[in-house]
């Protein structure tokens, strides 16, 4: 059974930053690639950032250069530092892994950017 469980959101101020924190079990988390994805209120979940068992990342446009994914595998970790955020950042963030075929997501964290 893979279990994901994402903390560090929060409300934060434009321009301010933030970690996301996500913690797996039930895999041998190097072997896999991670994910993080978001969901704004009224619009579909998307693909933020990824990162491979080799440490290769991509992000989502919107993301680059402010956004960087990491992995902590002797910690079963992945993290989301986010920088210079927006309020259109503000979104549940999730945590994601393709297993055995099938996405398995954790439940979630929001991140909300206002003054």
């Known amino acids: 059974q893979v279990q994901l469980v994402e903390s560090g959101g929060g409300l934060v101020q434009p321009g301010g930053s933030l970690r996301l924190s996500c913690g797996v079990s039930?895999?041998?988390?190097?072997?896999?690639?991670m994910n993080w994805h978001r969901q704004a209120p009224g619009k579909q979940r998307e693909l933020v950032a990824s990162i491979t068992t080799g440490g290769s990342t991509n992000y989502a446009d919107s993301a680059k250069g402010r956004f960087t994914i990491s992995r902590d595998n002797a910690k079963n970790t992945v993290y989301l530092q986010m920088n210079s955020l927006k309020p259109e950042d503000t979104a549940v963030y999730y945590c994601?892994?393709?297993?055995?075929?099938?996405?398995?997501w954790g439940q979630g964290t929001l991140v909300t950017v206002s003054s």
């Open positions: 039930g895999i041998i988390f190097s072997a896999y690639a």
């Open positions: 994601n892994v393709r297993y055995r075929g099938f996405d398995t």
